[in-house]
């Protein structure tokens, strides 16, 4: 089971904390992508907007008649073929959102959380409740930690944290949300990511749970003596049987 040190606002290391296996574990890029995709694909505006035949200015006479005059055919001064015409198939108003499973959410997250581990990249402090409202001595907080780019800050949710809100804001490059509101895209946006230690319990006990329980168990059981379990003999069907005594 691998441990990651436990520091206070002033850098000092003050414990370690146990992580599951099964969250700081193997790293899976691909559903990684797939959650960053979605979470995205959420946040696009869809106001995309062409006029339609009904929408665009103009007389719908027909100019000229079909026959006899020598030029093109023309029904409509509003023809997609002419300028100020309306756009046939153009793009309309819409949501680009769409349903994404929650355990492969689950499972996304999980793998950020053990990506930024492996890149040494998680911080974990022991409290982040700020005295004062000084945002001079919380960068020099976030010096001591050695954190020189973008950072997220993760508090435990329901955790009134006014202080620490009023002196963070001012920074730029840092993001601050509560632990039930992390999403992969987070953590993998920031360079940097700090966990308070009830958050980051938290959470864990929380993605523990989400943890398939084939997971859990071991690929291959074996017997005291550490060799392979015996399959069950197979059962002889009645025809086998009738053969048999034949």
Do not use: C
Not at 13 to 20: E, I, P, Q, R, S
Not at 31 to 44: D, P
Not at 235 to 243: F, G, L, N, T, V
């Amino acid at each position: 089971m691998a441990t990651i040190d436990i520091h206070d606002l002033s850098g000092a290391k003050v414990g370690t904390l146990d992580l599951a296996d099964e969250i700081f574990g193997a790293v899976n890029e691909d559903l990684l992508w797939e959650a960053v995709k979605h979470y995205r694909s959420g946040q696009r505006a869809g106001t995309h907007k062409t006029k339609a035949r009904s929408e665009v200015s103009g007389s719908g006479k027909k100019l000229w008649k079909q026959k006899g005059t020598g030029r093109a055919r023309i029904g409509s001064i509003r023809s997609p073929l002419w300028r100020h015409g309306y756009t046939v198939h153009g793009p309309q108003p819409r949501s680009y959102d769409y349903t994404f499973p929650k355990k492969k959410l689950l499972g996304a997250l999980r793998s950020a959380l053990a990506a930024k581990f492996a890149d040494g990249k998680l911080i974990v402090v022991n409290t982040l409740d700020v005295k004062e409202v000084k945002t001079k001595a919380f960068r020099k907080a976030l010096t001591g930690l050695k954190v020189d780019a973008t950072v997220l800050i993760v508090d435990a949710a329901g955790h009134e944290n006014r202080n620490l809100g009023l002196s963070a804001r001012n920074i730029a490059g840092l993001e601050l949300m509560s632990g039930s509101e992390v999403h992969p895209y987070h953590l993998l946006r920031y360079n940097h990511v700090i966990f308070s230690q009830p958050a980051l319990e938290k959470l864990q006990v929380s993605l523990k749970k989400s943890v398939s329980k084939r997971q859990h168990k071991p690929e291959e059981e074996e017997n005291e003596g550490g060799k392979k379990a015996a399959a069950a003999p197979r059962r002889r069907s009645k025809k086998e049987e009738a053969a048999e005594v034949a």
